[in-house]
């Protein structure tokens, strides 16, 4: 099995390693395909809190559609390189909920995310189930 | 708009430019985003002889699905370059399709590729329509 | 020749075909797509004010990387849609461009983005050429 | 750390998740998603018998580059799959090697390929240095 990575203390964080297919010819990685690094790991941390996108998409089912992202590329990753995507649940609201997520090579930050996204259901904005609003609230600061 | 080519004397051809997200770490395009290329130019051939792939796949239409490809690599393009996209029909049978395509630069040939498409509806095998077939019909041989 | 769009009063304009690759399962055009869809609107405006990438990453030249963005995804994009990506230079310092882009599918649009983009040279900070500064800098606003 | 897969009896197995990344408005994977996931086993089987790509592509090492491949998408895979990407080196000759691949879910084969990739060096055709050669030749038919 491919890692989903683990969730811990209110971080959940899956390794990622580079391909090929995720740079490009300036010789890093293409800053787009971070945002695909992102995606997977907002969907191994749905999935770490009982969510699976595929059931999500299937019946009247709640998924969630991203709404807005700041990005900020602070040092570029390169072929073969593991990295780490953290996400955080930083906001949860009746409808839409806010991570931050970052993408670490070791120690060093490569790369800071805030994303929004939005709870929609049959292709309209959706209320997030209670259950799961308890699952993603952030557990209290430290 | 976007140019969707050319469809004369047999043969579809779409002009397409390459960019960062087609390239790789090293130096040149990726072997896959040719791929995307060959299948942008077979959407733009359909779309040329009156089929759409949104309509396709709405409704009880009839859609296509790549079932097998043999490529060959023969010369890199890379950032920048305008690359032409070749697409002929090269045997039409009652539920699939084969073709023959070809992305050049200029005049000099940097890939083949001989690919069957099926034709499916609602995810089984399917027949194509019978006005398909007339239109995807080679022009007799010159 | 695909086109390369239009450069006028301070704005560029690239119209953009959507394909399957550019898709995903939930039916729509997929989120990080649109990013390669503001990428390609930058080159194109960057090659509108004479500045080629390829050139760009040869030598010694100044080439551009992306060093921030905040997007909003307003309304989604699907297959076969034609879209436009508007690039306007929004701020010009002595080594980074901001630039507003948005994405519309004829009057409505679909996305925004506010893109930081750095000057670099050998992997380093570089300033941008005069010369460059130049033909950036916005039009007196209107 | 993500898997880098098992190679054992002269085939190597690399499992992969599939993503919202990997699939199209069709519902299922992306035709061309498949080769990237071929490509990562291809990178996983090399690194596994001692070579690395980011090392084959600095200084004069040797790199491999896909010169010939035939496809067969036989079955789709869907999102949120498990999907093993299997990869036996078929033929090892002076300056190329042919590999088998497969892609399965489970015991279900969904995708064969038969993939040619050459020694590259500088750009140019080269030889599989002999530990390479060692290496790579499948073990003796069972």
Known sequence: MPTGGRYDAGIHALPVRVYYEDTDFSGVVYHASYLRFLERGRTEFL????????????????????????????????????????????????????????????????????????????????????DLRDKLSPPPSV
Chains 1, 2, 3, 4 share one sequence.
């Open 47 to 130: 999935r770490a809190v009982g969510m699976n996108q595929q059931d999500l998409h299937s019946g009247e089912a709640v998924a969630f559609a991203v709404r807005r992202m700041t990005v900020d590329w602070l040092k570029p990753a390169v072929m073969d390189d593991v990295v780490t995507v953290e996400t955080r649940p930083a906001e949860v609201k009746g409808a839409s909920l806010r991570l931050e997520q970052r993408i670490l090579r070791g120690d060093v930050v490569l790369l800071t995310a805030d994303v929004l996204v939005a709870a929609v259901s049959a292709g309209r904005p959706a209320r997030l189930p209670q």
